[in-house]
């Protein structure tokens, strides 16, 4: 009988706090500060004192359990008459508040280290199933809309309104990208260096404010005085959620899309895609598995000498909008005749992928972008080992476009 009348407690005073009887909940408040300054202060307290505050915890929960609310409040009154005098077991908003912080960070790291990670889509090389950050050019003389129109954007699209202009005569330098520390590690800033020094800071992964500069001539040239740099509206790459247990308990299946780091992978090659390079983690489809022999003929992909029937991987080589219409392709022998440095999948080469079962950990692993025409992968660089893998991406929190919701 005694543990039914404790969970039904427990599921009162928890659950079902709000619906509680105001001098129930203040009696557990009391039980609760009294618990809690007992442990702090144990190894100071005096033994007549220790068997004072046992001896009211106990009184207390006895009365608490089977609900008796007249001696509830007396002993709830002797606590709160007993801690006038003892010092520290009133604890300022301060310290609180503190404690409270600590106590969320170390549950939200706790999430995203075992069961699921935040993720942002940095670039466009999964578009259309997911966005990266977009620049949206605004012309120097039109108008920005009025500020209740620019909440809403940022509250559905995540966009923000940029404006660079050169002070004096100065030419680019060079892009760097930065990120947040590492537990808040959704955002990407562009910096841009200038010739005289000064730098300018864009909420934007690097390759797409490269690829404004370039289309608009502001690169390899000095600007001139009061010239607009670069003015537009960026919205905000989509925010997914990586389910990092998934993994635990089935295989990878051929056509989700996945997230892993890239611990061993060469990243850094010539692709001329420089917003994907030096990223710690990426996100594609996980076009072949361990063992698979994989072969691009364009625009589709073939496993095993047959034609992958997997709705993603069938959309992109569907060549469909809003979907590129190139496909699966393969690359060139090189990547960069200035380098020769020779593709992972070049055209005519299928590839099979490794598959060692007494060591499972480098089992190999496809990963393709569904924007091939703007996708760094493993066409350049090689498989994905099954170490480098997080889990898959299954859902997109933010921004509440049209891709809000489950992935595919």
Known sequence: ??????????????????????????????????????????????????????????????????????????????????????????????????????????IFLGIRTYYAQPFRIPTGSMQPTLNGIIIHPLAEDEQLPAAPIRWWQTLTLGSSYCEVVAENSKAIVNLTTERYPSFLPLFTRTRIRFSDGSQATVPCAQGAVGEYLSQNGKLGRNLMPGEVVLRGRVDAGDMVVVNRMAYHFRSPRRGETFVFDTRGINTDVPAGMPDQSKASNYIKRLCALPGDKVNIARPYLEINGQRATEPGICRVAACTAPHNSTGYNALNRYRDASVYYQAYMTEGNPVTLKYTPTTPNLNEYLALGDNTVNSKDSRYWGPVHQFNILGPAFITLWPFTGHWGSID
């Open 1 to 106: 009988m005694r543990h039914i009348l404790t969970t039904v407690n427990w599921i009162a005073d928890s659950v079902l706090a709000w619906f509680t009887p105001g001098w129930r909940r203040k009696g557990v408040e009391a039980r609760n500060a009294l618990t809690r300054y007992y442990n702090y202060h144990k190894p100071h307290i005096t033994d007549e004192r220790r068997e004072q505050l046992l001896g009211l915890r106990e009184r207390l929960s006895k009365a608490l359990l089977r609900w008796r609310k007249a001696e509830t409040e007396v002993v709830t009154a002797e606590i709160e008459t007993l801690s006038e005098s003892l010092r520290g077991y009133k604890r300022s908003a301060v310290a609180e508040t503190v404690e409270s912080f600590f106590v969320i960070m170390v």
